[in-house]
């Protein structure tokens, strides 16, 4: 019996596996005809960067600020409070501002998504459209999967420069780090190379993020207990998925 | 429509912040010679080594300990095949002694390189386009060390390390 429900289990996880990849098949098919509708897509990046821009960059200054802080200690340990700029540089770009922003993205704008949805969904909108013969899929779920992808980069591009200014202010102003040391040792170890990385990392975890949100209010159960199902597994799905994702693409970056 | 234009001022906004921050991070965080902001005030001196070691544009000049200025720029003289450095020293310290003597120091022990300024004796001061004449390279720590093991096993390799650490400085001190 145990195996039974383990095989329930499984079986039910591949089935999510396999709704999430024809789920993006056809969205992406349907992101070609949705760029027609630009203003859609505006208003989409608006609701997913925009209004996210003050919890990132508020976010980020502390991030950074902290950064400052354990880095300063942790270098002082060695003598070597000069690196600091290049430690808080490396840090934000290649992991902290894409994981973070990705991890609040979920929680402030993927939730946002999947209850959107999913009450569009509950209040039969969605079947709605369809008799008009209006694609939901192409005018609903597109243009709020391209938002969140476009804002994401963007936002993860802001929280880092924020961070670094967080960092700069605890090293240099509060900890004495010398201001010239803490640039110029950033900009000569800091690559084109290290800021690609957070943009991929930003723009695959954009993806993967407005990917489950959508897909979850899609599919979520037309009740009111359903949509609040369906948010809760967006963000525990979006955050889960960030950090493995995050972990593999770090491996293949080095 | 009132709305509508709230949202799109909006967007825009953001837009322009995320690639405004995206164009800092790309030009300049990696060292790629692009500035933004007005030069600062201060003057202008050069000096010329035979090395700097990795002596990185920004990194701070100093005299006693204290910050004085930045290294602005580095460059490589063909003529004479050495380092001509030019440093911005603020206003404020004008009183820095002709014959002072520039060298390049390291901070802590991974630190990066600094220049160190040691004032010299004379009464007329460096102004703009000044030079300093007297310099000294950067320590390098790989030659200084090939330099104490070639000396190490010149004497035989049976001595003591503290016997060929006193070699070393006594043909240190013979130079």
Avoid at chain 1, 52 to 63: A, W
Avoid at chain 1, 90 to 114: D, N, Q, S
Avoid at chain 2, 15 to 34: E, I, K, M, R
Avoid at chain 2, 44 to 67: Q, W, Y
């Amino acid at each position: 019996m145990i195996a039974a429900v383990g095989n329930g289990f499984i079986l039910e996880g591949v089935r999510q596996l396999g709704s999430v990849a024809i789920f993006l098949v056809r969205l992406l098919g349907e992101c070609v005809p949705a760029l027609r509708r630009p203003r859609l897509i505006v208003h989409q990046i608006y609701n997913a960067g925009a209004r996210s821009l003050i919890i990132i960059m508020l976010s980020g200054l502390f991030v950074g600020m902290v950064l400052g802080l354990q880095g300063y200690e942790l270098l002082q340990r060695f003598g070597s409070v000069e690196a600091l700029g290049t430690a808080a540089a490396l840090g934000l770009l290649k992991e902290l501002a894409p994981v973070v922003t990705a991890l609040l993205f979920a929680g402030r704008a993927g939730t946002a998504l999947t209850s959107e949805i999913g009450l569009m969904r509950a209040t039969d909108q969605l079947t709605a459209m369809e008799i008009m013969a209006v694609d939901p899929l192409r005018h609903v779920a597109a243009p709020r999967f391209l938002g969140g992808l476009l804002a994401m980069p963007l936002l993860a591009a802001i929280f880092s420069v924020v961070g670094l200014y967080g960092a700069q202010l605890i090293g240099v102003q509060l900890m004495g780090v010398d201001k010239g040391v803490f640039w110029s040792q950033m900009q000569g170890s800091v690559g084109l190379r290290d800021v690609t990385e957070g943009m991929v990392k930003s723009v695959v975890f954009g993806i993967a993020c407005s990917l489950i949100a959508v897909h979850e209010g899609y599919h979520a159960e037309p009740t009111a207990a359903g949509v609040g199902l369906a948010t809760t597994r967006t963000v525990v799905a979006s955050s889960v998925i960030t950090l493995l994702l995050d972990y593999v693409l770090t491996a293949a970056f080095l | 429509m009132r709305a509508n234009r709230t949202l799109e001022i909006g967007t825009g906004l953001f837009v322009l912040l995320g690639f405004a921050a995206l164009l800092f991070l790309t030009t300049q965080l990696p060292a790629s010679g692009v500035k933004f902001g007005a030069p600062k005030a201060g003057y202008h001196v050069s000096a010329e080594f035979d090395n700097v070691g990795d002596l990185k544009v920004g990194a701070p000049v100093t005299m006693a300990g204290v910050h004085v200025g930045e290294v602005e720029g580095i460059r490589f003289d063909s003529k004479d095949y050495k380092a001509v450095v030019s440093l911005r020293i603020d206003l404020r310290y004008n009183q820095i002694p002709e014959d002072s003597f520039a060298s390049i120091e390291t901070q802590g022990l991974l630190g990066g390189k600094y220049v160190g300024i040691s004032p010299g004796g004379l009464d007329s001061y460096l102004k703009d386009g000044g030079r300093i004449d007297q310099t000294q390279s950067a320590i390098v720590l790989e030659s200084l060390i090939n330099k104490f093991f070639a000396n190490y096993s010149s004497k035989g390799g049976g001595d003591s390390q503290g016997k060929a650490a006193d070699n070393q400085s006594k043909a240190e001190s013979k130079k």
